[in-house]
């Protein structure tokens, strides 16, 4: 199969000539050995590249192609990073291999075939789920996001192979389009991108499905037919997300709803009438004319139904009409799937044509396992809006878990819930509504109504601590009468949540409403975050938490008998490293989230599990670009599925080093964990984030990147945990160091290194999250963070003065050294860097002691040059923004803005918001006065009388050009680390 050329880069640097000599003496320069232990190369390389921008030596143009080019360069890698980590891609290949493994669940352990009974019950259980959710994490630009994947397998969209032409287009334009997304991306843009990646995961379903059923007419000739395959499910959360958002109406959660129900319902008709139209000429039989037709019909309604939505959501008149008219022909409007199924199974009975007959089945297994949608679909709350919504009923007083209320305020609730009665609302009240909690849960009260009735809805509670919430959230689908679909979904993401967990679930399942809605569900589900997670007490630690979550509700499902439910694990990560995922390839990267240990306790207490993934925004819908990658991805998500249900890949976590020397691993966790929560409560740590904040990146999601609360009070937003998950990783990936996905394993390490070294030859979970933090090695660097915090002190700008032959430059030095000196912000964040090297050096002894400091996957020493470059060349553009904050003049202060804010602004780089308020200050006139005739002569030029088009013409468009360029190198660094965050 095609995939990536190793010579992409080679092929590349033809259209950058000029680029390449530069970035090759700049690499010369930057690699260059020193024996002084003091020297810094990158800071170095940046005070070079600054020296020729002063000298004229490197002009704006090569800059620019400079950037350009390795950001370019830094594209093609993260292609081929992108083929090497999915594996094979070839689809072909993975169908062959797909039905083997199917052929091979036909038959028991001593080959015997299994009866079709047998085999239809494991094929119509759902194994594993893809869950498709957005954040800010649109980076790439969709043209991008294209090639990235065309190039990853060699092949096109539709899995043709590329030609030669084509993959030259494809490289030239890599090299001429922006890259980034300045403008950034709203809620709309993001549900767009997410109806493309959905529905190519639903065309690899389909291939799927056509692979068991062609294994069952091999297999099972005479029953085949009646087999409705499920295995994996999809769901997106991508509008229906509104933890900590209130920019989302529920108008525009209702619109999303209707577009996902009419995009599948013409998916569905279209393939009815594909079958219709390749009937030979015959007449199609009745039941799928009718099929068509009522198909047509729902697509009418739930069309004009969406299009009555108001734009406005507290357009009363609107919502008055909009319920008026939902309110008609209730009997034509589809809200279940049953009467499609209906009339297929009566079209199946008569069909006669082999192959129209599969499509057929085909067909069914996809309207059976999606319903009326696209997916399904995953709300998510906070659960401090849950608190909101029950205060009165139980009369919170007190946080929920405070020790002294906590029984009493269970006990309260679940009288509530001895009482609850359903109530009927209109979208009146939905629009009424002002706490969050309720208006949605009237929502979904709607949607059950009038959009779809059967298709399960998930309730994720975000920051879940305590078992109030999710009979909190019992409580209220009781009350608006939605408990029959939808599961309740605890979220468990903070080291309290992730420590008590099991005791929650422990304490709800002895709660009788609890306990018989998850036995009338049928499923138990539970939620965990590995972003958030990761950045409360690491990136490792929090894998290691989540494992042993998963260990004790085992154990917790065991004690309670509930042997006959499903458990639903759904682990929200990201696609780098700092987001969750293991960097290594697919099949880390799913024992990471779900680990043979973890397997191997809920097969030997006889848990049923359906493992959940994420896929995040433009970092994950990357993968569902090209029909090789996402039938690629489709295939290993298979595999790990398969294992689980042959209960295979658990056998080495019985022997597992790790877990038999439970003193040591559990040492290790806790020195690991304390060091991370240590350096989260540091407030140099927090102020080492907001150096340059987000600055640095462009938009890239319709989610503030700072929480917004709801009730009682705003929280301080100088704590880093007032920072999403998300930005605060990409914060640390533009800073050049990792510390959530390395932080504190040195330390931990330096503990006992020569046990740890025993264990770690004798452990393969050991060995796994050790190559996560050796991939988070390689991309971090001392020398980078060093050079950014460096611009923060100003001794470095008096050694610079000191040096400096410019006059004009020498003053703005000194300036920004002054600045500084005000903040007295440098002294805390050298404290903390040195906490990071302390931990940095640790960690290069035990990786060297174990020789894993060598090149690992796809980061070669290229990859890590090219990195370097990019952070000194925006380090030299950071510090040419910084002497023109030096330049700007002063002025009188507005009641928005004054000087100070402007230039405190600029040390922080944050220049779109002082570039604003300085076009303000220095306005560009469009004078009319030479084209008038004032009856006298002037010799005052125009008479414009503005002065100001110097300071616009010197600073503010330079600053711009500058700031723009840093945040193109910015989306470079992306690129290399693997996801934005």
Known sequence: MP?????????????????????????KELTEESSNPLHNPVDSMALSISDRIDSGSLEDCDLENLVQYLVARAFLFRAKRLSAYVGETDI??????????????????????????AFQDVLEQEWMGLVITAHPTFCMTEIASQDMADLAVGRDKQGDPLSEAARGEI????????????????????????????????????????????????LYPDDWKHLSPRLITVASWVGFDLDGRRDIGWNTTYRARLESTIRQLT?????????????????PALPLIDLEERLGLAIKIAKADQEAIPQDADDMDGVAALGRRLATNQT??????????RRLDAAIQVEQSHDLLRRLVVLRAQIANLGLGMAHTHFRLNASQLFNALSQEVALDTAPDDRGNRRTYLRALSKRLDQVTPVQTNFGNVASE??????????????????????????????????????????????????????????????????????????????????????KRGRLCIQTGYSDAGRYVGQVAASLAVERLKIKLANVLARQGMGDIQLVLFDTHGESIGRGAHPNNFEDRLNHVSSPASRLQFDEENVRVKQEVSFQGGDGYVYFRNRALSFGVLSRLFEHGHKTASREGT??????????????SLEFFINLTRYNQELFENPNYATLLSVYGTNLLYPTGSRKSKRQHEGRGVGDHGHPSQIRAIPNNGILQQMGFLSNSVGGIGNAIAKDADHFAEVYGRSETCQRFMRLARYAYRLSSLDVISGYLETMSPMFWLRRARVEGSADRRTQMQRIARLLSDTQRYAGLDRVFRDLAYDMINLKAGLDALDLSEPVGALDDECLIDRDLLHAVRLAMVQEILLLTARTPRFSSDPEITMDDVVNSLLHIDVLPAVDALDRAFPLSESKVGALDFGEPATYGDGSGSGYAPIHSNIITPMMEWYDRCRRAGVGITYLSGAVG
């Open 171 to 218: 490289l030239e334009r890599t090299g001429l389009i922006p890259h980034g997304t300045p403008d950034g991306i709203d809620l709309q843009g993001e549900l767009s991108q997410s109806y493309v990646a959905v529905e190519e995961i639903n065309r690899s379903l389909a291939t799927l499905y056509e692979c068991a059923i062609d294994v069952a007419i091999d």
């Open 267 to 283: 998916h569905y008709k279209e393939i009815v009438a594909g079958i219709c139209k390749d009937m030979s000429g015959e007449a």
């Open 332 to 341: 034509e409007r589809l809200t279940a799937p049953a009467s499609l199924l």
């Open 434 to 519: 002002k706490m969050s909690a309720r208006r949605l849960f009237m929502l979904l009260s709607q949607i059950k109504k009038h959009v779809d009735a059967k298709t399960p809805i998930r309730f994720l509670i975000a920051e879940c601590e305590t078992a109030f919430a999710v009979l909190a959230a019992l409580y209220l689908a009781r009350l608006f009468d939605v408990d029959d679909i939808v599961d309740i979904s605890p979220l468990f993401e903070t080291s309290t949540a992730l420590e008590h967990g099991h005791a929650i679930i422990d304490e709800l399942l002895s709660n009788p409403h609890y306990r018989a809605y998850v036995e």
């Open 92 to 117: 072909e290949k993975n169908q062959v291999a797909l039905c083997e493994r199917l052929r091979a669940l036909a038959h028991s352990p001593d080959g015997t075939r299994l009866t079709f009974e």
């Open 3 to 27: 995939s990536p050329r190793a010579d992409l880069a080679q092929d590349l640097a033809q259209f950058f000539p000029d680029a390449e000599q530069l970035r090759s003496a700049l690499k």
């Open 651 to 664: 056998e080495g976590a019985r022997n597992d080093q790790f877990y038999l020397d439970t003193d040591y």
